[in-house]
Structures are given as structure tokens and as C-alpha cells.
């Protein structure tokens, strides 16, 4: 079965205090994966597609990378506006619907 | 450019009343049209998709309903809501047959009282 889990659930930091978010997935093909950012009583924000193992994108403080097996997302010195619930999903070959995970709620305290 | 509206931002319904949430897509043609529910502290749960007019596909059996009477359309509907249907409601939409991400909008907070 098709299955994305995040983690942790949540993930409190100090500002400028680095860390990363993992996102692992089981798929029995993978056209590509999404990272998603989420403020409270907001719709998700669209932040990277990856598609193939060692691939890598940044913005600002955040870069994405992907293995055969995992997603991270790694935040550099982060700031208080990064705090959100970020969401992983993933998009298997068998169809072209999403599979999300329950995603990660970062804090970051000043 | 485009862009997806989603109304209202909150709505507080008694139990038994029907509901209709309404999506419009701009700047676009024959998108792929999504309506997710979120309950808190889980992921994202596929209610109903659409590939274009009057095409609907639903992904849990439930007691809600989607219409697409426009290209650029989506509605959800309700003939009687349940308290199990509150919920943070999601449309997204992105091109059709591409590897894009989902563009979503502002949800809808619904409250079943």
C-alpha cells in the first residue's frame, strides 16, 4: 500500500537553531514528490516538486532533497515567519492523485 | 495568471441543513479540480475530483456530493449535514495531465452545530 509518514509531528526551535523535517514514503514508483507549506486557517502553499533521487531545490531558508526512500527538507537559521505546519505528498506511478502525509508543525521561537 | 476563490472562509450550519461550498478557477481552462477535507492534525483526505464538466469522481463514500457545471466550477453539497462532516474544506486545482503541484485555496472552516 501506497503510504507517506511524517516526521516529527512537531518540531519546536530556538531562531537560527538549523534542523530538518523527513518526509518517507512507500510507493511502488514515484512520478515525483511535493512539499507543501500550511499557516493556521490557510490553504497550503505550494513550496517544491522534486522527481528523481539526488535531486535538490532551495528557497531562502528551506532546501529539499529526495532519496529513493525519503524526502528532507532542511531549514538554515530559521525565523520566527517560518513557523507553519509543512506537508509532504507524494505521487506514485499507479495514478495521479496525491498522497499526503499528516504533516510537521514547526515553531520557531525569537 | 491564475487563481482558484473558495467561499465562505467559515460557516456554522445546524445539524440536518444542506450545505454548498462553491470554487471558481481563473485564468485557466479544463484545470483538474479537487475537494479535500482536513481535520486537525491529519493529512489531507480526497472527497472528489474532476476532470472536467460533469465528470466526478469520489474517493470516500460519504454524505457529501460535487458538481462541476462549468469548466471552471466546483461546487460540494450536502442534502444534510452530520456533526462528523466539520471539518477545514480545501478545492485545489492544477492543469490537467501534468506533474504540478496543487494550487489550493483559502479553505472553507465549517462547523456543524
Known amino acids: 500500500e501506497d503510504q507517506v509518514t511524517q516526521s516529527p509531528e512537531a518540531l519546536r526551535l530556538q531562531e537560527g537553531e538549523s534542523s530538518s523535517l523527513n518526509c518517507s514514503y512507500t510507493?511502488?514508483?514515484?512520478?515525483?514528490l511535493f512539499w507543501y507549506r500550511q499557516d493556521p486557517g490557510k490553504g497550503p502553499e505550494f513550496l517544491f516538486t522534486?522527481?528523481?533521487?539526488?535531486e535538490e531545490k532551495e528557497k531562502e531558508r528551506l532546501k529539499a532533497t529526495l532519496t529513493k526512500k525519503e524526502s528532507f527538507l532542511h531549514i538554515t537559521a530559521p525565523k520566527p515567519e517560518d513557523s507553519a505546519t509543512y506537508l509532504c505528498?507524494?505521487?506514485?506511478?499507479?495514478?495521479?492523485?496525491?498522497?499526503w502525509g499528516a504533516g510537521t508543525k514547526l515553531i520557531i521561537k525569537p | 495568471s491564475q487563481t482558484i476563490h473558495q467561499w465562505p472562509a467559515t460557516l456554522v450550519q445546524p445539524v440536518g441543513s444542506p450545505l454548498s461550498l462553491e470554487c471558481t478557477v481563473e485564468?485557466?481552462?479544463?484545470?483538474?479540480l479537487y475537494w479535500y477535507r482536513q481535520a486537525a492534525g491529519r493529512g489531507l483526505q480526497l472527497l472528489f475530483y474532476?476532470?472536467?464538466?460533469?465528470?466526478i469522481s469520489s474517493e470516500v463514500p460519504q454524505n457529501l456530493s460535487a458538481s462541476r457545471p462549468q469548466d471552471r466550477q466546483f461546487i460540494l453539497s450536502s442534502k444534510k449535514l452530520l456533526l462528523s462532516d466539520s471539518g477545514f474544506y480545501l478545492c485545489?486545482?492544477?492543469?490537467?495531465?501534468?506533474?504540478?503541484?496543487?494550487?489550493f485555496g483559502s479553505g472553507t472552516r465549517l462547523t456543524v452545530v
Open positions: 505528498a507524494v505521487n506514485p506511478v499507479s495514478n495521479y492523485q496525491l498522497i
Open positions: 510507493v511502488s514508483g514515484l512520478r515525483g
Open positions: 522534486l522527481y528523481s533521487a539526488g
Open positions: 485564468g485557466t481552462s479544463n484545470p483538474n
Open positions: 474532476s476532470v472536467g464538466i460533469g465528470q
Open positions: 485545489a486545482w492544477r492543469p490537467p495531465g501534468q506533474l504540478y503541484g496543487y494550487t
